[in-house]
């Protein structure tokens, strides 16, 4: 028997160490040590999570969350952490709707692009067709035959919602509302909006102008991410044009519980609200439309904002450079390879995760050499009642050569005689 026949004598087998969530005092590469410790033997990583006692059925209202059915006044609904992308709450999200007023956002995401590409200048003045004066539902007031500067047409479009100041707005840019509108199409399309369609820059009511909770919610993550700056105009609460004081009409705005986004209504559509609201580092992105009145409206929005934050948390597992675990190697030059992610990991938890999440690494154990650095190796897998169900990638943190022929016979040899 030669050496190169025995060096096959251990075929990697998969293995995966279980990090009980019970196990977890802390966060990051220190908890899955610790948990680690405390692990008394490897177990199969995929062991499905024991199934909760049955209750029952939702209601015909409820939303999907991940700590069961719950109940909303929505016709549709979409709730997301910012940071992890992590749903919190869907009903029909991905059903096109009216989305009324809440088109803004798209028109607003164009504005701040011609901005930010100098196309388009704050203090510039654009003029007033008779069209934009004679728009009916929420306007600004803007003069017939006027001039007003961008910044206020800005202030008119999200503070007000004004449908006046979104077309001098379109017709400014592209030279006309039709134009324009062909820019938003094209913009949800690179987006990824799939299940939005737009017909004018206001939201006005029109059988094919659609848009869906998530991609609402998608295009307001994309405008506070890309559009810093512009930002800060969904935060105020109250403007003067033309004489006029005018208020935000979002109401979680008002009462200091969100930083923007937009509201909307309309027959078809019912009440709606996109809402971010950012506590202690963390921020929620919140769609909900087809509400009955404008006080469900409030209280709906207000009560789903505050479940949103006091039911969840943001976990850090491990920082980019962190060992999440070091697992041995098969005839290597060293004995084994640390595990990382290459990337920070934060995911949204139920509040009640240390009593309920399973967290394991797997990988095929041992890994044979050579192992290349940044080479996938292992996986972090997550599942428990109410915990995300997912698996993350580990890499290779290291280089590991191969051993020389002479060193493999002395390892396979080792390996048979030591077990």
Not at 83 to 107: F, I
Not at 284 to 292: E, R
Not at 305 to 311: G, L, M
Not at 327 to 355: E, F, I
Request: hydrophobic residues 40%; aromatic residues 6%; contains cysteine.
């Amino acid at each position: 028997m030669t050496p190169e026949t025995d060096m096959r004598v251990a075929p990697p087998s998969r293995r995966g160490l279980l990090l009980s969530g019970v196990a977890i005092a802390g966060l990051g590469a220190t908890c899955l040590g610790a948990a680690r410790e405390a692990a008394a033997a490897p177990r199969h990583p995929r062991a499905p999570a024991a199934a909760a006692p049955a209750e029952a059925g939702p209601s015909a209202n409820a939303a999907a969350t991940p700590l069961g059915p719950m109940d909303t006044s929505a016709q549709w609904a979409f709730i997301t952490d910012f940071n992890s992308g992590a749903t919190l709450l869907d009903k029909q999200a991905d059903q096109q709707m009216p989305p009324s007023s809440m088109t803004k956002l798209m028109t607003a995401y164009i504005i701040y692009g011609k901005l930010k590409a100098g196309q388009l200048k704050l203090d510039q003045s654009l003029p007033v067709s008779e069209k934009a004066w004679k728009m009916q539902g929420s306007k600004m007031f803007v003069p017939l035959g006027g001039q007003v500067v961008v910044e206020e047409l800005i202030r008119g479009m999200i503070i007000q919602s004004g449908n006046d100041a979104c077309i001098v707005l379109a017709e400014g840019v592209a030279g006309s509302e039709e134009q324009f509108v062909e820019l938003m199409n094209a913009k949800a399309k690179e987006l990824g909006l799939t299940r939005s369609h737009f017909e004018n820059s206001t939201g006005w009511p029109s059988q094919n102008h659609t848009m869906s909770a998530r991609d609402i919610a998608t295009l307001a993550q994309s405008l506070i991410t890309n559009f810093p700056e512009y930002y800060h105009y969904d935060a105020e609460k109250d403007y003067r044009y033309n004489g006029i004081e005018q208020y935000n009409r979002n109401p979680l705005v008002q009462r200091g519980m969100a930083d923007g986004l937009k509201t909307g209504h309309t027959d078809a559509g019912g009440f709606g609200v996109v809402a971010s609201s950012l506590r202690n580092g963390r921020r929620v992105i919140m769609v909900l439309n087809g509400m009955p009145t404008q006080k469900a409206r409030v209280e709906e929005s207000e009560r789903l904002i505050e479940w949103s934050f006091n039911s969840f948390e943001n976990v850090s597992l491990f920082n980019a450079a962190d060992t999440v675990e070091n697992a041995p190697v098969w005839l290597g030059a060293r004995a084994s390879v640390p595990l990382v992610g290459g990337k920070d990991l934060v995911v949204t938890m139920p509040r009640s995760w240390r009593q309920h999440a399973q967290i394991s690494v797997a990988y095929d154990s041992p890994i044979p050499a050579p192992v290349s650095k940044g080479a996938v190796v292992a996986h972090l897998v997550l599942a428990g009642q109410g915990v995300p169900s997912m698996e993350v990638p580990l890499l290779a943190g290291a280089d590991v050569a191969r051993l020389g022929v002479g060193g493999r016979a002395i390892a396979v040899v080792s390996h048979v005689f030591g077990g």
